[in-house]
Every structure is written in structure tokens, then in C-alpha cells.
């Protein structure tokens, strides 16, 4: 099982707070370092000195980091056009080099942040995220010295140069996300290479494995085609004093930590991992929300990722 580590640095963290625990995660050997994609904070935190944009964060962290993957978890479709977000993935994948970006893409929910920054959110958003998927894809695969064209109910592309090419081939992996029964399943199979459940019982990830995986043979694809991956928050401490202290940290309950994330001792955490393995997950995604506290990381690699 891949561990990567996934941050909210719209909880409150600047570029270079980013690119230490980036640069700490790469160092202590995690897979990948990925970021959301959100303009404001959520709950009680200051979220000071305020929102970072995810695609200028990991276009810094290509140069600054050598081996660890980058990628968003997940960039709403209602935040950048689709030409110019194929633009943007491309070059911080030939900034950061073949193999090491990856596109997470969905719909976005989040309407505060939409009206907080001037950003449009229609009512109805799966539209926009299917003819995004469809486009960015288009661009990526038409071939060099050929035009990509659309007409869509939301975007119209005439005669595009389809340019920049990614340089990973084919290009960038696509990750996405979500609940949906039907569409979203359908949509996960037609353009993503990974599916994603974010914060899901195991029950709720088993049952959504299980219909994305029935799409992805609806679609002629082979099972291993599709990488399987959950996203929960961690909260790993030594003994119970550590626990309850990083759980303080992000205002939450150890209790209701080990209920719904990744906490409590390594083993501990070691044997939900296992659980979650058991359902098809191939992928975890530790979401942590204290970036001050490397030592948490550390822990992580050295207990934890180190038994997998």
C-alpha cells in the first residue's frame, strides 16, 4: 500500500511552511505530497496569512523537491477554464518531470469560497466537470501539429493548437473522487486512473469500489488499470498523551479520531490499513492538519508506512 501525505493549506500555511513538509515527506520516503484546492479556510482557524493557489504551490514545489510526486486532492472544475487549467497541469509537469504530477479534478462544493473570491458556482456542476474531463484529455491526446475542437453546453475550443504536450505519456494521471451511483462511476471509468474516496466508512468505500470497478469493466478496461484510494485524517501518536495532544491540536476527539480516520498508536493504525487493504484500497492518503508538527510525519514513516 502507497502512503502519501495530503495537506489543507488553506487551514493556514504559506509556501515555505509547504515546502518543509514536502521536503520532510520526500526525505522520509512517502510517495507523494499532495495539497487541496480551496480560497478559504473552513471552521474556527484564522487561516492565516490566508489561501494559497494549488497549481502555483506545486509548480514551486516541482523545482524545489526531486522525487516526490505532487498533485491536488481534488482542483474544482468551477475554479479555472479548461484550456488554460491543460496549460497549467502541462507545464508543472515538465517543470517537475516525467511521473511526478497528477491531476485530482471534481466538482467542487464549497459555495463560501466561490462567493468570498468572485468565483462563479452554478446550481448544476457535473456538466462542467464532464466537458472539463473530456477537454483537458482532448488536449493532452491530440497529436502535435494537429487542432483540438469542441462544442460543449459550457465550453466551445476552436481550431486549438492543443499545446503544451505533458511530458508524461500519455500524460498526467487523473484522479477522481466522489459518491455518486451512477455518473460519477461512469466518469471515473471513461478518464480517471484513480478513484478516490475521501473520509468514507469502510462500508461506504467498499460499496463505491465495488460500482466503479463494475464501470471499469463495462468499459472494456483491465481491472489492474484502475488504482484504488481513500483519503482519512491521521492522528498517530506514541502512547494516549501524544494521541490527545495532536487530536487537540485540530480540534477533534480521539475517540471520534479512531472512529473515522487514521489514529491512535502505530499498530493500531497498522491494523485499520489492513482493513482497509482487505476492501481494495491501494492507496491512503494521510491528511494532516498540524504542518508545524514534523515530528507527526516522522512518526508516520518510521511506524507506520515502515510495517507496509
Known amino acids: 500500500m502507497d ?5 489543507e493549506p488553506q487551514q493556514g500555511a504559506d509556501y515555505d511552511t509547504l515546502l ?32 494559497t493557489d494549488a ?16 498533485g491536488t486532492l481534488v482542483s474544482p472544475a468551477t475554479f479555472r477554464l479548461p484550456g488554460p487549467l491543460a496549460i497549467s497541469v502541462a507545464q508543472v509537469d515538465a517543470m517537475a518531470g516525467p511521473g511526478r504530477v497528477e491531476l485530482g479534478l471534481g466538482t467542487g462544493w464549497f459555495g463560501d469560497e466561490h462567493t468570498a473570491y ?15 474531463l473530456e477537454i483537458i484529455t482532448g488536449l493532452w491526446n491530440t497529436p502535435e501539429g494537429q487542432t483540438f475542437d469542441f462544442k460543449g453546453e459550457h465550453y466551445t475550443l476552436t481550431d486549438s493548437p492543443a499545446l503544451p504536450k505533458p511530458v508524461t505519456k500519455p ?23 484513480e478513484y478516490n474516496t475521501s473520509f468514507k466508512s469502510f462500508e461506504d468505500s467498499e460499496q463505491l469500489f465495488g460500482t466503479v470497478r ?17 483519503a482519512l485524517v491521521a492522528c498517530v501518536g506514541r502512547d494516549e498523551a501524544e494521541i490527545a495532544r495532536r487530536a487537540a491540536a ?10 473515522n480516520g487514521l489514529a491512535g498508536t502505530p499498530a493500531e493504525v497498522v491494523e485499520k490499513l489492513g482493513r482497509y487493504a482487505g476492501i481494495g ?19 508516520i514513516a518510521n511506524e507506520v508506512m515502515r510495517q507496509l
Open 3 to 7: 502512503l502519501r501525505i495530503f495537506t
Open 20 to 51: 518543509t513538509v514536502a521536503k520532510a515527506s520526500e526525505d522520509l520516503g512517502f510517495d507523494a505530497f499532495f495539497r487541496s484546492d480551496h480560497y478559504l479556510k473552513m471552521g474556527s482557524v484564522t487561516g492565516l496569512p490566508g489561501p
Open 55 to 70: 497549481w502555483i504551490t506545486l509548480a514551486g514545489l516541482a523545482r524545489d523537491t526531486r522525487r516526490i510526486k505532487l
Open 118 to 132: 468572485g468565483i462563479p458556482f452554478p446550481e448544476k456542476r457535473f456538466g462542467l466537470f464532464e466537458e472539463q
Open 171 to 193: 500524460h498526467p494521471p487523473i484522479v477522481i473522487g466522489g459518491g455518486g451511483p451512477k455518473r460519477t462511476p461512469r466518469l471515473a471509468a471513461q478518464y480517471a486512473d
Open 214 to 230: 463494475e464501470a471499469v469493466a463495462a468499459n472494456g478496461r483491465t481491472p489492474e488499470s484502475m488504482t484504488y484510494s481513500a
Open 250 to 259: 485540530i480540534g477533534r476527539e480521539p475517540a471520534e479520531l479512531r472512529e
Open 281 to 299: 484500497t491501494q492507496r491512503v492518503y494521510m491528511q494532516i492538519l498540524d504542518l508545524q508538527d514534523l515530528d507527526h510525519v516522522e512518526l
